[in-house]
């Protein structure tokens, strides 16, 4: 079972750097702003919802093997359903009125814990793999 809850940690993790550091930056890159902006807004529910399901199965799959890990993952399934039903709208809701300031500091707390959230999966992974 612990090899199960490796595994779907890393892909957890692997997902979430692929998103965030190739997927996001590739979109706004090679798209116009204008273009960019609606498509990733459509795709991060999505990656939230993948962020949810895979960080709760790998805390299940790995409370028996390593409970500390198992808490580590829950927190992680616990701060994504903050960021996606409350700081994306209220990102969304900000980038719609124009508030650039309020955007900025929602936006950075959003990166810091999908940051955390990469972090934790990667404290996650080399747990388990010890």
Known sequence: MSEIALLTT???????????????????KALPAETAGPLIRQAFPHFYLFVLVTASIAALLAFIADTVSSVI??????????????????????????????????????????????????????RMAS
């Open 10 to 28: 890393a892909l957890l993790f692997g997902g979430m750097v692929l998103y965030s550091f190739g997927f996001a930056a590739f979109v706004f």
């Open 73 to 126: 993952l829950i927190l992680i399934a616990a701060t994504t359903v903050f960021a996606r039903q409350v700081l994306m709208p209220a990102i969304n809701d900000a980038t719609d009125s124009g508030a650039t300031s309020r955007f900025r500091i929602l936006h950075s707390l959003s990166v810091a814990i999908t940051l955390a959230h990469i972090g934790g999966a990667a404290v996650v992974i080399v």
